[in-house]
Structures are given as C-alpha cells and as structure tokens.
C-alpha cells in the first residue's frame, strides 16, 4: 500500500522551493537614458547594469537630454557593440520635451537637448549595429502590457519617454513592477539645490511636464535625486584602484576616463545615474525616506523644480509617496562598482 510520508513530502517541497526564494532577484529592466558615453554617468551607469547579473536588459530607449536624439543613439550602439553586448536592441525615443522649448538659457549652459545637427561620430567612428525600426514608445508599452507587473524601469534621463507612456496607454502606469529614476533635487533633504537653476536638477528641468506626469502615474517610485549624487566622490585613487586590473571593460575605461583626470587629478566627480542602477542591484546601498513629490510646471522662476513633502501641500494634491534616496555607502558603493567593471563578462 502506498502511504504519503507528509514530513518527506514537506521537505522534498521546501528543497524545491526554498532555494528559488532565496536565490537573487534577477531585476528585467528596460533602461531608459539620455546616453552620453564614459566618463559621462549614462555611460557608466550602463556599464554597471551589464557587468551585473542581477539585472537582465531587455532593451535600451533613447531620450534627448545630455545630448541628441541620434547622438544618444549613436553613442549607446557604439558601447553596446565595443563591450560585445549586440544582442540587446536600442530604441528611438523622443527627440525633443514635451513643451519645454529651446532657449538661449539652454544654449548656454549644460546640455544639448534641443540640438538638430547630425551626431559626430563615436570613437573609431559609428557602430555598424543600428536601431531598431520600432520606436521607444511601442516598445515600451508593449514589453511592460507582455509581462505586467514584472518589468522595472530605470530612467536615468529626461522622463519625456516615460510619461508619453503612461499618458497613450490606460493600463500602462498599473502593470510596471517599478520606477527606479534619477531625477530631481529635494530640498526638504541635506544636499538638495539644483544643478541647472538654482533649485532644478538637469533631467526634470529638461521636461517638467514630463516629469510630474510620471511622478504622479501611481507607479512604485524609487527616486535618486541629487541629494545622494552628492554622497559621491569619484577621484583618481578610485579610479586608479578601476583600471588596476586589465579587462576589456577598465581599458575602455582608461580610454575615456583616463584623460580626464590627467587634466584635472585633484578634482572630485560626482556619480549620478550610477547610483539609480546600484540602488537596483543593492537597495541596502542607499538610505531613503518617503515623501510626496512633486514637479513645478509654471513657467516662472521654478521651472522644473521638485519639491518634497511629508504631507500633501496645497497645490500637490496628486502627488504621490516614493522612496527618496539621500544618502549612500559611498565606500562600499564605489568597491561594488569596481569589482563589477573588473569583472570579465
Ligand atoms: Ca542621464
């Protein structure tokens, strides 16, 4: 006669089951960027998620900010296919913000957001790997409405694309697993002037409207304001200690990087969206606390402002709670970086 040994059966089941739970959660992200190549902190924040194997990117959308449309595109095909990483394909995404129009503000300081020209070739000159036919905006909506509530997003640029999704699409904001962005200032926390106006940080100022679309979709929000860019110190020891070990990866890296701090070996770099994606990898890297926040859209002197709140204030009252970052582990943070660009593929 058969008779079920329950307690075998238990534990046979917990064998089976425990491991998976405990194994790492592998994040599959769609990364969102107004790319600019190493040094610049797109570039290396890319670096990051594909040397981490915690993250699997199921593809790469491009957003004017830092640069061009094209020259963004251009740039991430290029590091795609010198890090030997083809396979993951790049999308076009929007070329220009949302309302927010070119102005001799924006010709004169940081940015080229707003430029037409054609993109100057990467080092060594253009990938041979192109874009997708497919823009950014039905890729993304139909990757997050394929697998909802499983795909993270990291928008480590101006939100124009983000917000154009959740605006075409009813259903979109509710089947994305979470947001994790690099944006905003928050004044309410140490650290929290802006970097562009004297209280807008770069990616929310590029597209306001776009960024308090998105900031108010109800999406799960983990926000990497310049409040934790500033816990950063990239020096030349660090990036010493990098290049220390030769791999394909840390000779890109002397390549980029090197000259600038042979020009300037005493100056200190600031990490910005690198943080967004180790926060991904390591949440324990980080310190937040949940605040409403919001983005001013008038046309005065806070354009693309952001503005954090325990409580609901007058004027916010769609905002909602997110997980705001304000402080990091810089020690361990940079060791966890070095270690992933030292790794081989
Ligand atoms: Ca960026």
């Known amino acids: 006669m058969f008779v079920v040994n329950w307690k075998n059966l238990v534990i046979a089941l917990f064998a089976l089951v425990v491991p998976a739970a405990l194994a790492a959660e592998t994040h599959r992200i769609i990364f969102d960027t107004d790319f600019i190549l190493p040094p610049g902190d797109d570039g290396l924040a890319l670096l990051l998620a594909l040397q981490s194997p915690e993250i699997e990117i199921l593809g790469i959308t491009t957003v004017a900010g830092n640069d061009s449309l094209e020259q963004a595109t251009a740039d991430v095909l290029w590091l795609l296919e010198h890090t030997g990483n083809v396979e993951i394909p790049v999308y076009r995404g929007a070329d220009m913000p949302w309302v927010h129009e070119k102005s001799d503000y924006a010709v004169r300081r940081f940015g080229e957001w707003y430029s037409d020209e054609p993109p100057t070739p990467p080092p060594g000159g253009f990938a041979s790997k192109s874009a997708e036919s497919e823009g950014a905006l039905e890729f993304i909506v139909s990757t997050v409405m394929d697998n909802p509530g499983e795909i993270t997003i990291v928008a480590i640029g101006p939100l124009t694309n983000i917000a154009t999704a959740i605006r075409s699409h009813?259903?979109?904001?509710?089947?994305?697993?979470?947001?994790?962005?690099?944006?905003?200032?928050?004044?309410?926390?140490?650290?929290?002037?802006?970097?562009?106006?004297?209280?807008?940080?770069?990616?929310?100022?590029?597209?306001?409207?776009?960024?308090?679309?998105?900031?108010?979709?109800?999406?799960?929000?983990?926000?990497?304001?310049?409040?934790?860019?500033?816990?950063?110190?990239?020096?030349?020891?660090?990036?010493?200690?990098?290049?220390?070990?030769?791999?394909?990866?840390?000779?890109?890296?002397?390549?980029?990087?090197?000259?600038?701090?042979?020009?300037?070996?005493?100056?200190?770099?600031?990490?910005?969206?690198?943080?967004?994606?180790?926060?991904?990898?390591?949440?324990?890297?980080?310190?937040?606390?949940?605040?409403?926040?919001?983005?001013?859209?008038?046309?005065?002197?806070?354009?693309?402002?952001?503005?954090?709140?325990?409580?609901?204030?007058?004027?916010?009252?769609?905002?909602?709670?997110?997980?705001?970052?304000?402080?990091?582990?810089?020690?361990?943070?940079?060791?966890?970086?070095?270690?992933?660009?030292?790794?081989?593929?």
């Open 170 to 345: 009813a259903g979109f904001a509710a089947n994305v697993r979470r947001l994790v962005i690099m944006g905003g200032a928050v004044a309410l926390l140490p650290d929290g002037a802006g970097n562009i106006t004297p209280n807008a940080e770069f990616n929310f100022w590029v597209d306001p409207e776009a960024a308090r679309v998105t900031l108010r979709s109800g999406i799960p929000i983990m926000l990497s304001p310049l409040n934790v860019s500033r816990k950063t110190s990239l020096t030349k020891d660090w990036y010493e200690k990098m290049i220390a070990v030769t791999t394909p990866v840390t000779e890109l890296l002397e390549t980029t990087m090197g000259p600038r701090f042979e020009r300037e070996p005493d100056r200190i770099h600031l990490m910005y969206d690198q943080v967004a994606v180790g926060s991904l990898i390591d949440p324990t890297l980080v310190t937040t606390e949940e605040l409403y926040v919001d983005v001013d859209i008038d046309h005065g002197i806070s354009y693309g402002t952001s503005v954090g709140g325990r409580e609901i204030w007058p004027g916010a009252e769609g905002a909602h709670k997110m997980q705001v970052q304000y402080d990091l582990d810089w020690t361990r943070f940079i060791e966890m970086f070095i270690e992933r660009m030292q790794t081989n593929p």
